[in-house]
């Protein structure tokens, strides 16, 4: 929770949603840019939905999936126009509309292997 909290003072936009690529307390700038096109690298607000809606999903903690909810509204208009453009919000948004399931594996790694390789060799996108 501290980390979320930190990380939405830093770079969350409180008015509009989403992130800026540089946090608040970095030196004035005349724009500060909120990357959503994915380029050579994915676009960092689909990365940040995404990421954020798995930590909500894996912590409870709904002010994670808060954060990726407003920055999944605020982008909604692009992905109809353009979707090639912003493939990483795309999945961001598909794991909205479908959750996901998580397995989780804990124990010792010599325990581990049979599980792995049992999930591994099955197609579950979801």
């Known amino acids: 929770m501290r980390a979320r909290a930190h990380a939405a003072a830093r770079f ?29 690298t994915p ?16 912590t409870g903690d709904r002010t994670y999936g808060g954060a990726a909810e407003r920055t999944l509204n605020l982008f909604h208009r692009l992905s109809a126009p353009v979707p090639h453009a912003v493939p990483s919000l795309l999945g961001a948004l ?4 479908t959750l996901p399931r ?8 010599a325990l581990l292997a049979p599980w792995q390789r049992a999930l591994a060799a099955r197609f579950d996108p979801h």
């Open 94 to 97: 598909e794991e909205h509309l």
């Open 43 to 58: 676009g960092g607000n689909g990365v940040a939905a995404f990421a954020l809606q798995r930590l909500a999903h894996l």
């Open 12 to 40: 969350e936009d409180p008015q509009e949603g989403g992130f800026f690529f540089t946090s608040h307390d970095h030196e004035a700038l005349f724009h500060r840019a909120k990357p959503v096109e994915d380029n050579a």
């Open 102 to 109: 998580f397995v989780v594996l804990r124990g010792p790694a």
